[in-house]
């Protein structure tokens, strides 16, 4: 069975509109097998209700693949997210394991 583990959790980018509640983040995730010394990166996007509101005011749509919601930017929770995430994503191959992740984020390589 392999085991997908959280290696590094990078903020890529950030914009903050008029109060913390309104907001865009990206994040790089480096993840790789447990106990392994490689890993590949996958992107979430973080955004609040109130950016995203704002963002269908303008475009009319959105497309929600790798996409987090939350009311205020708070690193540890998404953090901690992702890892309950992966908890969800073992199997029996590594080629098994990104498939699985991803359904919640967007691989380098796609």
């Known amino acids: 069975m392999v085991y997908p583990a959280l290696k590094e959790l990078i903020l890529f980018s950030k914009h903050i509109g008029e109060t913390n509640e309104d907001f865009f983040a990206m994040f790089e995730a480096e993840i790789g097998p447990m106990n392994e010394d490689w890993s590949e990166t996958f992107t979430f996007n973080v955004v ?63």
């Open 48 to 110: 609040s209700p109130r950016w995203l509101h704002k963002s269908l005011k303008t475009s009319g749509i959105e497309i929600g693949h790798g996409m987090l919601i939350m009311n205020s930017l708070n690193v540890t929770l998404v953090d901690s997210t992702i890892k309950k995430l992966l908890s969800q994503c073992e199997r029996m191959s590594w080629e098994e394991v990104v498939f699985s992740i991803c359904r919640y984020a967007r691989w380098e390589y796609e």
